[in-house]
């Protein structure tokens, strides 16, 4: 392979591949450096695993619903832990593949190994050196690992996908995303599952009405949740199971402990400090507007400079970046109307400002809300509700908010996302015609607000 290219990535994963194939596509000449797998965090420990995990955790409750539909469960289904994460593994290796076909049909050169930065536009992939014009740091990020004592008995968001079986009773540190997703996922697959968090409230962030509800449906569904509370210490007992003393005095006994106390990025080996690359007191990469970093043509998108950890913002961030290094495009991401969604039991979606922080921006806010029980619940028997919020700046009459709890949450606010970021006012809301019967209807048909502030 070739020594000299326009543009070395560093790393495979969604924000590297898509910056390479927008660059080669542009003329450019690329290649792309991953010592681990290719597609990075969302496609083998991330978003795409969690996925199937949290499908194949609703049907224990899909066998509940179906008893008031007239499903008649003759003997109690059983869950075989070997068949979900082996199949998993299938379609993992299948992405992988794709992922390498799109890097070869897109001309981009592959280098698998660890890549060190060496400066003056070097970086040495194992016994090469390689100069480039442009270098991109798309490394990501990993989790962040406890440091109280018997920590090595504890295993994080990247071990989860993995494990030889499937513990009984587990306990979850953390109050994020991930941790929250876990829980769920754990009390659908069978567990006995308490998620502990050292604050007041899980899912920081997200609007309040949303986390209210969010800790009623969890709760209900018979995840344990223990709020202003962390573990001090694990003791692995001879029985093999993890005595963990908690801050409060308490302990509790448990096959497994999942720690998902957030993320960091992956900097580590990468030779930072033969460069005037600068990390923030967060320890993420810092950079411009333009994604450049102190040292001049060397760049860094994604999750490894901890603006969003989303893999829709990284492809955003490298494809742009490509466009801009390669096609003089501009840079112009808004980073305040990014749709997401937390794949708890039920879901939870949103995108735009939270009520607070609407009254912070806007003078005047008007919010609308419908808290419900799906039709489908009203024959499955299930005591499940949904909570859908709208936000609007009463000068303008914008939508600047949405958020929802309830299922398919996830589908319905893309759409919305695409009206936000439009400019669709409320008056337009109303003025769509809703498809009946459906929950999505109702963000069509809230008339009057609940309160305005």
């Known amino acids: 392979m070739k020594t000299e290219y326009d543009f070395f990535v560093v790393g495979a994963g969604s924000g590297g591949v898509r910056a390479s194939r ?10 792309v450096a991953e010592d681990t797998f290719l597609g990075g965090t ?81 970086v040495q992939v194992n016994d090469v050196v390689i100069s480039a014009k442009h270098i991109l740091l798309a490394t990501g990020g ?32 953390g109050g994020g995303y991930i941790a929250v997703e876990f829980a769920g996922i754990y009390n659908g697959l069978g567990c006995e599952a308490e998620l502990i968090y050292r604050g007041e409230r899980f899912l920081r962030g997200f609007d309040t009405d949303i986390v209210d509800a969010a800790e009623n449906e969890i709760t209900k569904k018979g ?43 992956r900097i580590q080996g990468l030779g930072l400090e033969n460069t005037n690359v600068k990390v923030n007191s967060r320890g993420f990469i810092e950079v411009d507007d333009h994604f450049e970093t102190a040292e001049k043509g060397v760049y860094a998108v994604g999750d490894v400079i901890g603006r969003m950890a989303l893999t829709p913002v990284a492809l955003e961030e490298g494809m742009s970046l490509a466009n801009h290094l390669f096609d003089k495009k501009p840079i112009d991401i808004d980073y305040t109307k990014i749709a997401t969604a937390v ?8 995108v735009g400002y939270t009520e607070s922080e609407a009254q912070a921006e806007f003078k005047h806010i008007d919010v609308y809300a419908s808290d419900f029980k799906a039709l489908k619940h009203t024959v499955s028997g299930l005591d499940e509700r949904t909570l859908m919020k709208l936000i609007v700046d009463k000068a303008s009459d914008l939508v600047v908010g949405c958020h929802m709890i309830g299922p398919d949450a996830a589908e319905m606010m893309q759409g919305i996302g695409i009206a936000i970021v439009a400019g669709a006012t409320k008056a337009q809301f109303d003025k769509t015609i809703g498809i009946h019967p459906s929950a999505a209807e109702e963000f069509v048909t809230m008339r009057t607000p609940t309160r305005s502030t």
């Open 22 to 31: 927008i660059a080669a596509s542009l003329g450019a000449n690329v290649a």
């Open 42 to 122: 969302c496609v083998n420990v991330g978003c795409v695993p969690k996925k199937l995990f949290v499908y194949a955790s609703q049907f224990s409750e899909h066998t509940k619903e179906s008893k008031g539909f007239g499903w008649e469960q003759n003997s109690a289904p059983t869950f075989n832990w070997t068949t979900l994460r082996d199949n998993k593994d299938k379609e993992i290796f299948r992405l992988n593949g794709i992922y390498q076909n799109l890097l070869d049909n897109a001309k981009v050169s592959t280098y698998h190994g660890k890549a060190t930065l060496l400066g003056n536009g070097k």
């Open 142 to 173: 990993i989790p962040r690992k406890p440091t109280f004592e018997g920590a090595e008995h504890c295993y994080t968001s990247d071990d989860v996908f993995h494990l030889e079986t499937l513990p009984k009773r587990v306990l979850i540190q």
């Open 343 to 350: 794949f708890c039991q039920p879901n939870i979606a949103t």
């Open 223 to 265: 995840v344990k949740l223990t709020f202003n509370c962390d573990i001090v210490k694990v003791e692995k007992q001879s029985d093999n199971s993890l005595l963990v003393t908690l801050n409060n005095g308490e302990t509790r006994v448990v096959d497994a402990v999942l720690s998902a106390i957030g993320r960091e990025s």
